[in-house]
C-alpha cells in the first residue's frame, strides 16, 4: 500500500471513527491526521493500520500482549486529559510509540514508559524517524511510573487496568490529570483523576472497551 493510500487511510479514521465520536479538539484532530499509525504497527500488520480495532504489538494474543489502541478511545482519553502547549506528559505503556507521537503535538514534553525492551526500540527508532524531539523513551515497571521525570500535568494509561496504583498518582503536579479505562470489556469505564490540594479524585467519563495493559491486576485478597 502507498504512502497516498495510507494518508487516504488515515482521513477516512478521523472523519470516521473519532469526529463522530464527539471529539471536537482541533488540535488532537490535526495531531492524529498528522502522525502515519501505520509506521507504528508491525509490518505484516501495516494495512490493519487504520481499523477500529486494536491492534496486537506484541505477544501472540494471549494474556500479556499487547496491542496498540483502538483510535477512537484513544483520542476520547486524551482529549479528556485537556493537554495543554507546556505541559508535561507521562505515556504509560507506550507500546510502539503511536499515543507518545501524538502526545508530542500537543504537549510541551513527553516521557513514554514501557516495560518491554522490544517494544521501546521500535518506539525510540520509529519517533525518531518522525523528528519528536520532545519525547523520552524509558524503560521501567508500567505501575511505578517514572519517578525521575515527575511532576507530571497528565498521566495517560494507555491500557485498561484493574487497579489505579498510588505510585502513579503521587507522580501528578498540582492540578494535574491522570486518564485511564478501569475494568476490562464491557465494564470498562474511563475516568480522569485531578489533583487538588494533594488529594486526588476521579470522576466518570464514559465506557470504554480496551485491552488490558498489564501488570495492574489487583492483588488477591486473603480470607480467614
Known amino acids: 500500500m502507498s504512502n497516498a493510500d495510507f494518508a487516504a487511510q488515515r482521513i477516512k479514521m478521523v472523519d470516521g471513527q473519532i469526529r463522530t465520536t464527539d471529539v471536537t ?8 491526521l498528522a502522525v502515519p499509525r501505520e509506521n507504528f504497527v508491525p509490518a505484516r500488520r501495516r494495512e490493519l493500520a487504520y481499523i477500529d480495532e486494536d491492534i496486537l504489538i506484541g505477544g501472540a494474543g494471549g494474556p500479556g500482549s499487547r ?52 517494544l521501546a526500540a521500535a518506539a525510540r527508532a520509529a519517533l525518531a524517524a518522525l523528528g519528536c ?33 498510588e505510585s502513579l498518582t503521587v507522580q501528578l503536579k498540582e492540578g494535574g490529570r491522570l486518564v485511564a479505562v478501569e475494568g476490562f470489556g464491557n465494564a470498562g469505564i474511563a475516568r480522569v483523576h485531578v489533583k487538588w490540594n494533594g488529594i486526588v479524585s476521579g470522576r466518570r467519563a464514559f465506557n470504554a472497551a480496551v485491552k488490558p495493559l498489564p501488570g495492574f491486576e489487583r492483588a488477591p485478597e486473603f480470607e480467614f
Open 25 to 32: 479538539s482541533a488540535e488532537l484532530l490535526a495531531a492524529m
Open 133 to 165: 524531539a520532545n519525547v523520552t523513551v524509558v524503560e521501567g515497571q508500567l505501575r511505578d511510573g517514572f519517578a525521575a521525570g515527575a511532576p507530571y500535568d497528565v498521566i495517560l494509561v494507555g491500557g485498561g487496568i484493574e487497579e489505579l496504583p
Open 67 to 118: 496491542y496498540l489502541m483502538e483510535p477512537s478511545p484513544f483520542a476520547k482519553l486524551v482529549q479528556l486529559a485537556e493537554i495543554r502547549d507546556g505541559d508535561a506528559v507521562l505515556d504509560v505503556g507506550a507500546g510502539t510509540g503511536y499515543s507518545a507521537a501524538v502526545l508530542s503535538r500537543l504537549a510541551g514534553s513527553v516521557t513514554a514508559l514501557e516495560s518491554d525492551p522490544s
